[in-house]
């Protein structure tokens, strides 16, 4: 992740600890996938379990790198505009 913004400077990285709470904000962006994902494949694609739970995996794992900056971002945003 930068350290400052290239458009305003802003400084990304807060005090020590500050982003721990992006933990709580990614694991609620990765529970929302794992179920988006058992409902689509699931009960309208009608797949087995064993091949749902699968997806659902790679789904999660595909989506971390994506939700590790998007978990951080809104985070930020909670406390500070912008």
């Known amino acids: 992740m930068n ?3 290239s458009e ?3 400084k990304f990285e807060k005090e ?3 982003f ?7 694991y609620a962006l990765a529970v929302a996938q794992m179920i988006i994902s058992l409902v689509l494949f699931w009960y309208f694609v009608d797949m087995s379990p064993l ?3 699968a997806i659902i995996a790679l789904v999660t794992i595909l989506m971390s790198t994506f939700n590790f900056r998007l978990s951080r971002s809104i985070w930020i945003h909670l406390f500070y505009k912008l």
Request: hydrophobic share 45%.
């Open 16 to 18: 020590t600890g500050f």
């Open 3 to 5: 350290e400052r913004c």
């Open 8 to 10: 305003c400077n802003f």
């Open 51 to 53: 091949r749902v739970f």
């Open 20 to 26: 721990f709470g992006a933990m709580f904000v990614s």
